[in-house]
T-cell receptor, first 116, second 116 residues
């Protein structure tokens, strides 16, 4: 069985400082991993995905994540936070290639707060 | 290209009533999945439809049902509403069944249901 743990429910950073959102996963197979972002009153949007290619994945809006198999982690980072980054972020794992949407496991989410 | 459209965006119902939510996927997308999002439980998978057939279902009671039409539009229905059904219901579309595993999930903005 697979699982995903987002280590922080809330993260607060100042504008212009680095962002780190932590995600650990558990999977019996080689997983695919995703980060989604949800702005207030909006649906989820895919930020980036890892599907067994390069371990350092670049996404939209300057975000990137590194897959570390030895640490079973997939932390999301951004060098410099912007006010528009304030949102809920979800780490998602899938270990069923070709499977349906029921094969996705969503983390509980990390609420990112940007201080001016 | 228009995104995923969900209607209505907000609705208030009373216990015992039923509700129908609608989802129009991105043009050309054949897979539609539904999720319930609450502060306590996070995102939980409800069901997925592909080519008018329910392909999988989450761990929800039979009061939750859905269907998909030949144009890929989908509806979900909740009967005999309970207070605990208050949530944001999200719909996501994907070009193909299994697209979820490649991160090809495109979410609508959701329908926020309040049950009084």
């Amino acid at each position: 069985a697979q699982s995903v743990t987002q280590l922080d429910s809330h993260v607060s950073v100042s504008e212009g400082t680095p962002v780190l959102l932590r995600c650990n996963y558990s999977s019996s197979y080689s997983p695919s991993l995703f980060w989604y972002v949800q702005h207030p009153n909006k649906g989820l949007q895919l930020l980036l995905k890892y599907t067994s290619a390069a371990t350092l994945v670049k996404g939209i809006n300057g975000f990137e994540a590194e897959f570390k198999k030895s640490e079973t982690s997939f932390h999301l980072t951004k060098p410099s936070a912007h006010m528009s980054d304030a949102a809920e972020y979800f780490c998602v794992v899938s270990d069923r290639p070709g499977g349906g949407a029921d094969g996705l496991t969503f983390g509980k989410g990390t609420h990112l707060i940007i201080q001016p | 290209k228009a995104g995923v459209t969900q209607t209505p965006r907000y609705l208030i119902k009373t216990r015992g009533q039923q509700v129908t939510l609608s989802c129009s996927p991105i043009s050309g997308h054949r897979s539609v999945s539904w999720y319930q999002q609450t502060p306590g439980q996070g995102l939980q998978f409800l069901f997925e439809y592909f080519s008018e057939t329910q392909r999988n279902k989450g761990n929800f009671p039979g009061r939750f049902s859905g269907r998909q039409f030949s144009n890929s539009r989908s509806e979900m229905n909740v009967s005999t509403l309970e207070l605990g059904d208050s949530a944001l219901y999200l719909c996501a579309s994907s070009p193909n069944f299994g697209g979820s595993n490649t991160g090809e999930l495109f979410f609508g903005e959701g329908s926020r249901l309040t049950v009084l």
